[in-house]
């Protein structure tokens, strides 16, 4: 399914993640994401009020008119999984191994993307739920990435921690799927798009992965 988020974050392959002072502040971070062209957006709970933030945008659409997907990062307790779930969250997202979460979101059939470090971490929340956040991704750099694709071939692989814009190629290159950023995308509109944009596939994906997508991105010099 093109809608859902596997198949989104391969082939918008960037994940923007935002932790902001306050929920109005995500709002407008979310909704300028969007309108730059980005469909799936990572809020997170070390956002006060959050959950607001996460009902407020998950009714918006992107620029070509589709709808958002709010995901909810930084998930590690059941109660926050359920609250992100029951506030409209499209998926959760955690840095580390949370059984909990996992557990909430088999039983209300969610994407959960669950964070791990170790090759035994990763595969672990591949075989559940078929895909990892690899974090702290920059520990092992894209060279880490390429050894877990070699043996998670069909992974949903999602290194986040510690990457700018520039480096994304690299990482995609490497096997990634897609790949988590904190910081670093430009304030300015236009040039917001234009990061998106360079991303964007030549020609639309079928849905959910098998793996990591579509051929990376030229590198700029």
């Known amino acids: 399914m093109s809608g859902h988020p596997y198949g989104v ?26 309108a730059a062209g980005c469909r799936a ?18 009714e918006l659409a992107d620029a070509h ?12 307790t059941a109660a926050q999984a359920r609250a992100a779930l029951d506030a409209g969250a499209a998926f959760l997202v955690s840095p ?12 209300r059939e969610a994407v959960f993307v669950e964070g791990g470090f170790t090759p035994a971490e ?23 990435v390429r050894s877990l694709r070699a043996v998670l071939p069909d992974a949903v692989l999602i290194p986040t921690g510690g990457i700018g814009p520039d480096e994304v190629p690299d990482w995609i290159a490497a096997g990634a799927t897609a790949v988590g950023i904190g910081s670093g995308l430009p304030s300015d509109p236009d040039a917001l798009a234009a990061v998106f944009a360079r991303f964007r ?10 793996g990591h997508g579509a051929a990376a991105p030229e590198r700029r010099p």
């Open 122 to 144: 990763i595969a672990s929340a591949v075989r559940a739920c078929g895909a990892a956040k690899v974090f702290p991704a920059h520990v092992g750099g894209p060279g880490f």
């Open 9 to 34: 974050l391969a082939a918008q392959r960037l994940l923007p993640v935002l932790r902001n002072a306050d929920a109005d502040e995500a709002v407008r971070a979310a909704t300028a994401l969007l």
């Open 201 to 210: 596939p030549a020609r639309p994906g079928r849905g959910a992965p098998a």
């Open 65 to 76: 008119g589709r709808p958002a997907l709010i995901g909810v990062g930084t998930v590690t």
């Open 96 to 107: 580390y191994p949370a059984p909990e979460v996992r557990e909430v979101a088999a039983r």
């Open 41 to 58: 957006v990572e809020l997170t709970t070390s956002t006060p009020g959050w959950a607001g933030a996460v009902a407020r945008t998950a």
